[in-house]
């Protein structure tokens, strides 16, 4: 057990770095023991470093006895070792691992960390393609199990892709946001009082009171827009207590969060919400290429596709679009998720695009902070954003005019009582503006073109689903 | 009311952009009102917009009447109102303006946004020194009438400075780490068990089951190194039931968190995390003069010292220092509030510096999961980094192998139950780790020289607020 009891100067290389360049150098790698097959006088093992691998030889002769053969043939998978041996260059590629031109003969290996000689579930099997596990008859690991043992899960190639992309996304956001001079802000997760009239809210014993978990940052985000702080963005964790068992609902998930005063028209904002999302989809496809790839190796998928500027289609368009596709709807009926899904497929196949926005929401389906729009009441200042025909984006302009709130408050039905404080922060001048949040699971999930948002969540947080 | 109804060709110019370039221009700008002075046929109104401000003159003539003065002179404070206006430079500079060398002689004049007329506090008072307030008997402005009043409080130059640096720190921290090569992690804040024996956690009621919320993601960090994530960081809330009602207590604070697999010591992390202070200080210095210069008009405070690389000291050496300067302590006594301040200040005496680290705790007042040394079975592998004498860090190796964390948490009187999930992560090849978590208001607080982290908290959470 390493328990920092010396410094030695061993250098250990990188198992990516194990390459002709390094022929006949003695090294030292520190890598998991992802297979080990003994023939004879020989075990050959196959060293994984994340997402590099390498083949490794233990021959009896010079450097190894036969024991030492046999006790590397019995380190169970998984097991972390430090191998010391020369790089050798190989006749023929070893197509089975990332390194295909050498290998490592071993000349000692000592075992760092021993794995339980029974795994819960095996990283070949987690790492195969549905379809191969169907025509081949040949195991693959379901949802539960893998995140049961995400420990083990988040080990394969697959998941070490997605969340590295995903790490990514985030920085993509804020690289984007922090050019375009926004600010980023911490806002508090337990507050007072349910805001949106207390449904799907989570509650928090408070000392001797009750408290919350906010359901969006939207309020303070507000609350720094009023206090000047103009362009404001943050990250953070999102609560909502719907016991809702799908494919893209969690309990808990990350919000990336904008808000900004703007000059004249909503638009000013939506337009650098959507040019900050197309950032964020031509960054990952310039800088995590190899992960897209090795997502697509076990989860196949067409390449994001996006139009700059970003297309924008008004709800009464799309409402068309659904009508002449066969589909019945009022004027100021919602979009169902199936209708979603449809309306992504049409967008699709006349616009050639994964990424849209849709504005001009009925007004009778938005919350009561929503700007009506001027020239239509019965429609409003708002937007969502869609990627593969799925919602990522909710946004709006807000009432910043506190009189016109408190009407839209009461026709809502909402005790003003509760939410005064919402309410007063614009009673001492507020500029005109608007927002959105993300939700970054989703984001992840149909960039690469995923199908449930537990794939892309490292501890997802359901209903049912509280572990690990 | 902008409600979005046109997009106007209109160019709004920025007051910090209001120089001698741009004189005998006729501009608009949209603003705050700080202050209105009327006198006789003339009326002077200060124009802010965020930290910058400049004069703006509405006199009877050409451009505006009689009404048109007297109703400028009456737009309450705080007011957002559309300025036409042409720059005329002045002759002698405006000393009460950040744009000393021009005024606006004002054309036209809109209300955008009307404020309230009184306001709950003023923002000259909110700016004052203390102790001009003291000497000079002028008013400034409570803490609690501050936070009650957040929105109109983050406007002043100080908190605009406060804030803007807050969010810096969390950029310099993460490009530092992407930089060494980190991946980004989300972590749950809903938890099903009370990872460190339940003391000071919050309840959350789960639908029908009861749930936690996370006092550190330090388990979820983990389970990434036991996933081969290797370096990860995240920035998050934590949440601390601690009935503290101190300077430096939060029940809701942001966690800089940092967890990294090591190849022999835990110094190589240890070093890593300081080496990542060292740049957050030095891009502060490099990219924030400004606001660090704000903040000590109000606030005065010596500028942040540290040493490259930082300053280590060990645990028994603070001890003899203490002990010189007459404190009676025993050798496996923790570090009392007091004491580390006293030690700050021994340190910056005998070293010159703010920041420093103290290595090797008593095994005894650390938490079960800390590694014990292994030359001093009294002492353990772990380490606190203080700013200004408070810590704003603590961090250690944690143990990585199951049999040892099992030893250590019976020898706790851990109910091994609790944390089956927790030890299981590390059986399947763990490697040795280590890792810290970081305070982010007390970061902003101590590197500003301020004295209490309500002031870098933008809503702060304790047991006696939950409001705004």
Chains 1, 2 share one sequence.
Request: aromatic content about 8%; proline content about 5%; some cysteine.
């Amino acid at each position: 057990m390493i328990q920092s009891q010396e410094k030695p100067d061993r250098v250990l290389v990188r198992v990516r770095d194990l390459t002709i360049q390094k022929a006949d150098e003695v090294v030292w790698v520190r890598a998991r023991v992802h297979t080990s097959r003994a023939k004879g006088k020989q075990c050959f093992l196959v060293l994984r470093q994340q997402q590099f691998n390498v083949q490794a030889l233990v021959a009896v002769g010079d450097h190894a006895s036969k024991q030492m053969v046999k006790f590397a043939a019995n380190i169970n998978k998984e097991s972390i070792v430090d191998v010391e041996g020369v790089v050798r260059k190989v006749n023929q590629k070893i197509g089975s691992c990332t390194q295909q031109d050498v290998e490592l003969h071993v000349q000692k290996i000592y075992v760092i960390s021993l794995a339980e000689p029974r795994l819960p579930l095996q990283l070949d099997d987690a790492v195969r393609p549905e379809a191969e596990g169907e025509e081949e008859g040949r195991a693959t690991v379901n949802q539960d199990t893998r995140l049961d043992n995400r420990v083990i899960d988040l080990r394969t190639s697959t998941s070490q892709a997605v969340f590295r992309l995903q790490s990514g996304i985030c920085h993509l956001f804020r690289e984007t946001l922090i050019n375009k001079g926004f600010v980023e802000i911490q806002t508090p997760k337990i507050i007072s009082a349910a805001s949106e009239g207390g449904a799907n809210v989570f509650t928090v014993s408070y000392f001797k009171n009750n408290a919350y978990l906010a359901q969006s940052p939207q309020l303070y985000k507000q609350m720094c827009i009023c206090a000047d702080f103009e362009k404001v963005f943050c990250i953070g964790p999102v609560f909502r207590a719907e016991d809702s068992n799908t494919h893209r609902h969690l309990t808990e998930f990350v919000g990336l969060d904008i808000e900004m005063a703007f000059n004249y028209h909503y638009h000013e904002v939506m337009e650098e919400i959507a040019d900050t999302m197309v950032q964020i989809f031509k960054g990952l496809q310039e800088r995590f290429q190899t992960e897209i790839q090795t997502v697509n190796k076990q989860f196949p998928c067409e390449p994001f596709k996006f139009l700059e500027p970003t297309l924008r289609l008004e709800y009464c368009e799309a409402l068309a679009m659904l009508r002449e596709a066969g589909v019945e709807m009022g004027d100021e009926d919602d979009l169902s998720t199936p209708n979603e899904k449809l309306l992504g497929h049409l967008v699709k196949e006349k616009y050639d695009t994964d990424f849209y926005i849709l504005d001009k929401y009925p007004l009778a389906v938005r919350p009561f902070y929503t700007m009506p729009d001027p020239r239509n009441p019965k429609q409003s200042n708002s937007y969502d954003m869609f990627m593969r025909g799925e919602e990522i984006l909710s946004g709006a302009q807000r009432i910043h005019d506190p009189q016109l709130l408190t009407e839209r408050a009461l026709h809502h039905g909402i005790d003003l009582e509760k939410i005064k404080a919402y309410i007063d922060s614009f009673c001492f001048g507020a500029p005109p503006h608007a927002g959105g949040g993300i939700g970054l699971e989703r984001v992840t999930m149909l960039f690469l073109g995923l199908h449930n948002v537990r794939q892309t969540s490292m501890f997802p947080r359901d209903p049912k689903r509280l572990t690990p």
